[in-house]
């Protein structure tokens, strides 16, 4: 027994001097160590200016190194505006008050040249409003927005967010090089924006939080987002999508999808929370199918091959532009709240353009555009005008 005794309190101490090693050693800027500390270094280069930072708490002090020689300390405070307000948030934010009292602003003695820029302190939030050459997040784990919405960013093909797992906003748009981006290990992102890059492929399979996500302007041949049912807003236009479903996503309220031309067919009927529809563009598009949009104010269809389009079940539809396809039909019975029609170029005859005008509802000096149909001289205005419409001919 006391053998046993005497093992046991060598582990113990043994254990302790271990801790105690490991205390004296620790990393002061992990976040479970030194109260979400971190460091971000970047080249960058602008004319003048460089962005905002912010902090968790008031009086967090934030160390930035600008690369030519210039070390400054900054100590934030609380800010807010009138959207803030509204909500309740509180923000603070660190800057030197030449420019705005959230940005921070730098003079550089040679603007044309890239400078490393090291930013150390408890860094919530980070916008870079200059142009990037390089940016290592990875020492700032509790980073919970990156943002830099700048074009021009030069060498930027990659970013590696793998050990950013609190981030909750991405804003990489326009990066126009950037080929590659992985945010599985980000499952708390709410918003992710990744508009006009490289990108041939996106997993947002495990980003289940995601309510907005805005991929457009890539090289995209497919997106899933039917793990993403908590999406309010998705903007997928200018990539190579052949398809797009969307049926698991009940939640959207706002869809834009344009400027595809190998997209086919789009059914949105089990997106009844929908109040915006933007699927313009799309050279092959030959089947829409808003059955089941109720909630549905806007539908912009323009420059697309529909045959055909019934919306007399979107009850709520104020908006519809479907201009520039190859309509023989157009079924508006259903839309008393409609204010606005545009149906130019497409190959509705008199009859049709005349069933529309019978199917408007009443209205106070609304228009209705007709160019460019089989049937625009020869139908009977005198309904549609009868109800309050100005008939558009040009």
Same mark, same amino acid.
């Given at each position: 027994m006391k053998k046993l005794f005497y093992l046991f309190m060598v582990a113990m101490c043994a254990t302790m001097f271990l801790a105690c090693s490991d205390d004296d050693d620790k990393d002061p800027l992990k976040e479970e160590e030194e109260g979400k500390e971190g460091v971000i270094t970047a080249v960058i280069t602008y004319y003048g200016g460089f962005g905002w930072i912010e902090t968790f708490n008031e009086g967090d002090i934030i160390t930035i190194d600008w690369g030519d020689g210039t070390v400054e300390e900054f100590k934030s405070f609380e800010y807010h505006d009138e959207y803030d307000e509204e909500d309740g948030e509180i923000h603070y934010v660190v800057g030197n008050g030449e420019y705005s009292e959230d940005m921070l602003i730098h003079e550089y003695p040679d603007n044309d040249k890239p400078y490393n820029v090291t930013i150390k302190g408890k860094i919530k939030e980070v916008d870079f409003d200059c142009y990037l050459f390089s940016l290592d997040i990875s020492k700032c784990p509790a980073l919970q927005l990156l943002s830099n919405n700048s074009h021009n960013n030069y060498d930027v093909t990659s970013l590696d967010l793998?050990?950013?797992?609190?981030?909750?906003?991405? #804003? =990489?748009?326009?990066?126009?090089?950037?080929?590659?981006?992985?945010?599985?290990?980000?499952?708390?992102?709410?918003? +992710?924006?990744?508009?006009?890059? &490289?990108?041939?492929?996106?997993?947002?399979?495990?980003?289940?939080?995601?309510?907005?996500?805005?991929?457009?302007?890539?090289? +995209?041949?497919?997106?899933? =987002?039917?793990?993403?049912?908590?999406?309010?807003?998705?903007?997928?236009?200018?990539?190579?999508?052949?398809?797009?479903?969307?049926?698991? &996503?009940?939640?959207?309220?706002?869809?834009?999808?344009?400027?595809?031309?190998?997209?086919?067919?789009?059914? =949105?009927?089990?997106?009844?929370?929908?109040? #915006?529809?933007?699927?313009?563009?799309n050279n092959n598009l030959t089947s829409l199918n808003v059955s089941g949009c109720t909630a549905l104010t806007s539908l912009l269809c323009r420059e697309n091959n529909l045959t055909s389009l019934d919306v007399s079940g979107c009850t709520a539809l104020t908006v519809l532009w479907c201009v520039d396809n190859v309509l023989t039909s157009l079924d508006v019975s259903g839309c008393t709240a409609l204010t606005s029609l545009d149906c130019r170029n497409n190959n509705l005859t008199s009859a049709a353009l005349n069933q529309i005008f019978k199917d408007l509802p009443q209205v106070t000096s609304q228009t209705i555009s007709i160019y460019g149909n089989p049937g625009t001289e020869t139908c009977d205005k005198s309904i549609a005008e009868n109800k309050g419409w100005e008939v558009w001919k040009w």
């Open positions: 793998s050990k950013n797992t609190e981030l909750r906003r991405l #804003y =990489v748009q326009a990066w126009e090089k950037l080929s590659s981006l992985d945010v599985s290990k980000n499952t708390e992102l709410t918003e +992710l924006n990744c508009r006009g890059n &490289n990108l041939t492929s996106l997993d947002v399979s495990k980003n289940t939080a995601l309510t907005e996500l805005d991929c457009g302007g890539n090289n +995209l041949t497919s997106l899933d =987002v039917s793990k993403n049912t908590a999406l309010t807003y998705l903007e997928c236009g200018g990539n190579n999508l052949t398809s797009l479903d969307v049926s698991k &996503n009940t939640a959207l309220t706002d869809l834009r999808c344009q400027h595809m031309k190998d997209l086919t067919s789009l059914d =949105v009927s089990k997106n009844t929370a929908l109040t #915006y529809l933007e699927c313009e563009n």
